[in-house]
């Protein structure tokens, strides 16, 4: 007998990937008509010249860390400054804990947002996703 436990991803089913998918793309049209720029997870743009903005990724693995999450990504000029200070060991340098507060505070401002649009949305609280927003309901 294995010693070792099988680890196996599990993917919703397809009712759930069904729901997630029509949920995206509903928070997808709301806050692109409120203003921000939106786009899913696979529509990578020149990661150069983009703007930044909210990005729609669809964790579709049946487990707590499962569902719809929308990420807030800053200008490509701000993430290389970013880089580069972590890169150097320099991180007491203010271009991170300028980047941590517009994080924090972006996906503050997008839970608010999500909730006035009728949305149940809530902060991650997910180590890979620190400053990420979890999406659990529409508009009813």
Same mark, same amino acid.
């Given at each position: 007998?294995?010693?070792?436990?099988?680890?196996?991803?599990?993917?919703?089913?397809?009712?759930?990937?069904?729901?997630?998918?029509?949920?995206?793309?509903?928070?997808? %049209?709301?806050?692109? /008509?409120?203003?921000?720029? +939106?786009?899913? @997870?696979?529509?990578?743009?020149?990661?150069? $010249? #983009?703007?930044?903005?909210?990005?729609?990724?669809?964790?579709?693995?049946?487990?707590?860390?499962?569902?719809?999450?929308?990420?807030?990504?800053?200008?490509?000029?701000?993430?290389?400054?970013?880089?580069?200070? %972590?890169?150097?060991? /320099?991180?007491?340098?203010? +271009?991170?804990? @300028?980047?941590?507060?517009?994080?924090?505070? $972006? #996906?503050?401002?997008?839970?608010?947002?999500?909730?006035?649009?009728?949305?149940?949305?809530?902060?991650?609280?997910?180590?890979?996703?620190?400053?990420?927003?979890?999406?659990?309901?529409?508009?009813?």
């Amino acid at each position: 007998m294995n010693a070792e436990k099988e680890f196996v991803l599990r993917p919703f089913d397809a009712s759930e990937i069904s729901r997630l998918q029509k949920l995206a793309t509903a928070v997808k %049209v709301d806050l692109s /008509r409120s203003g921000l720029a +939106v786009r899913e @997870a696979g529509e990578e743009p020149d990661r150069h $010249t #983009a703007p930044g903005g909210l990005v729609i990724d669809l964790d579709q693995v049946d487990d707590e860390v499962g569902g719809l999450w929308l990420i807030w990504e800053l200008h490509p000029v701000v993430r290389q400054s970013v880089r580069e200070a %972590v890169q150097q060991g /320099r991180t007491s340098d203010p +271009v991170i804990q @300028a980047s941590v507060d517009v994080h924090e505070r $972006t #996906a503050e401002a997008i839970v608010c947002m999500l909730n006035a649009l009728g949305y149940g949305a809530e902060r991650s609280d997910d180590s890979h996703r620190p400053f990420a927003v979890r999406v659990l309901t529409g508009p009813c």
